[in-house]
């Protein structure tokens, strides 16, 4: 049967929200990126019978938190106003730590992380309890609907409408977001997504924020997407005093991991198994590129290393030392809140299921991985778990 049209489905979204401007400040406006996106899905995703519904939901949804955040926006110029000091990006190859690192620094009250029920539906913002509850059920509900709740996906990325998630999802209200190519193949979709100046998007996300943080008191932001490594420059331009936190593991655990991941994902929207090849070798050279970025002036005070075996063996003391190198002061107080949050979802991890995977799955060797991530793995001295 097919998705809708991008036409059909844009007015689907104005009779639903009752707005009809579509345009952001710096992105303009979806309509080519929505009729590209829909047209792969329809052509080569190879959807299953739920799949193809909940994508329909998805796409109908982002339109609609689209639609009712530019109204909102409107209503607070000075929202413009807002500064946005020194943000904290975390980033590296996948699997690496980022959502637990992301999570960790998220839950230190002096810090402020997205949460998914506001980045998947920001407006209308309210201070409002109930509000903020009816959003969250809100969120809730469609990850539940999307599979997204389900035991194998949790394994895979611990997700909640309360949890601190990927600035992607912010992405996804421009209809310019890798959560669609992790989702399901849309190869035309891809190129079109990454043939592009990502400035305007980073431009776009930094509103986001000012829009957030409108009203609410200045924290520090921790912002959190592996993708933010291949657009180090654009951040800058954007975000001039922004530093960075960049994670790392040995890539012969990461790689059969994002094909597990990937094929988890794949199955909530479609019956067509993923390139697992192509899913490794969309992540080969975003290492270099940034080691040559941190090789400019100035660049090696904003940067973090944390190495995924140490981080796990030490959370709380890897903090310290990613506080120290940033400049970030930290209080016992704080320090206690990030400690509970520890407790919390160590709790929580123990009865989740937990997934499996190996090089064999994506059709590699540790040959392989030396070959292609060797360089990767002494430039930064990760330690191996072979």
């Known amino acids: 049967m097919g998705l809708p049209s991008a036409e059909q489905m844009l007015r689907e979204a104005e009779r639903a929200t009752g707005h009809s401007d579509w345009v952001t400040e710096f992105t303009g406006v979806p309509f080519e990126a929505l009729g590209i996106l829909i047209d792969d899905l329809n052509n080569h995703a190879g959807f299953s019978a739920i799949?193809?519904?909940?994508?329909?939901?998805?796409?109908?949804e982002t339109l609609?938190?689209?639609?009712?955040?530019?109204?909102?926006?409107?209503?607070?110029?000075?929202i413009a106003?807002?500064?946005?000091?020194?943000?904290?990006?975390?980033?590296?190859?996948?699997?690496?730590?980022?959502?637990?690192?992301?999570?960790?620094?998220?839950?230190?009250?002096?810090n402020r992380?997205?949460?998914?029920?506001?980045?998947?539906?920001?407006?209308?913002?309210?201070?409002?309890?109930?509000?903020?509850v009816l959003h969250e059920q809100r969120c809730r509900e469609t990850l539940a609907y999307q599979g997204l709740l389900d035991d194998d996906w949790l394994a895979v990325h611990p997700m909640g409408a309360e949890r601190a998630e990927e600035d992607i999802f912010f992405w996804e209200l421009s209809l310019l977001s890798v959560v669609y190519p992790a989702s399901a193949?849309?190869?035309?979709?891809?190129?079109?997504?990454?043939?592009?100046?990502?400035?305007?998007?980073?431009?776009?996300?930094?509103?986001?924020?000012?829009?957030?943080?409108?009203?609410?008191?200045?924290?520090?932001?921790?912002?959190?997407?592996?993708?933010?490594?291949?657009?180090?420059?654009?951040?800058?331009?954007?975000?001039?005093?922004?530093?960075?936190?960049?994670?790392?593991?040995?890539?012969?655990?990461?790689?059969?991991?994002?094909?597990?991941?990937?094929?988890?994902?794949?199955?909530?929207?479609?019956?067509?198994?993923?390139?697992?090849?192509?899913?490794?070798?969309?992540?080969?050279?975003?290492?270099?590129?940034?080691?040559?970025?941190?090789?400019?002036?100035?660049?090696?005070?904003?940067?973090?290393?944390?190495r995924f075996l140490d981080f796990q063996a030490d959370p709380l003391g890897t903090v310290a030392r990613i506080y120290a190198a940033l400049g970030i002061g930290a209080t016992p107080e704080r320090e206690r809140a990030m400690a509970d949050w520890l407790a919390q979802d160590s709790a929580q991890r123990s009865s989740r299921k937990h997934h499996q995977y190996s090089l064999s799955d994506v059709g590699l060797t540790e040959a392989d991985i030396d070959r292609m991530t060797g360089d990767y793995l002494r430039a930064f001295d990760v330690p191996l778990e072979r």
């Open 51 to 60: 799949g193809e519904r909940r994508m329909y939901r998805r796409l109908h």
């Open 64 to 78: 609609c938190a689209r639609l009712n955040y530019i109204a909102d926006r409107k209503l607070y110029p000075e």
């Open 81 to 110: 106003d807002e500064p946005i000091d020194a943000p904290v990006f975390i980033l590296g190859l996948p699997r690496s730590g980022t959502t637990f690192l992301h999570n960790l620094l998220g839950s230190d009250p002096a």
């Open 113 to 132: 992380a997205p949460r998914l029920h506001e980045l998947m539906n920001p407006a209308p913002k309210t201070a409002e309890p109930l509000a903020a």
């Open 185 to 306: 193949d849309v190869p035309n979709y891809q190129d079109y997504l990454f043939d592009r100046d990502f400035t305007p998007l980073y431009r776009e996300m930094r509103a986001f924020l000012q829009y957030l943080q409108h009203r609410e008191g200045r924290r520090r932001w921790i912002l959190k997407t592996p993708l933010h490594v291949r657009f180090l420059k654009e951040i800058i331009e954007v975000f001039p005093d922004a530093t960075f936190v960049h994670c790392h593991r040995d890539t012969a655990k990461i790689y059969p991991s994002i094909g597990n991941l990937a094929t988890v994902l794949y199955s909530k929207y479609t019956d067509k198994p993923p390139g697992a090849r192509a899913i490794v070798n969309d992540y080969d050279g975003t290492w270099s590129e940034a080691l040559e970025f941190r090789k400019r002036p100035g660049m090696a005070e904003r940067f973090a290393d944390v």
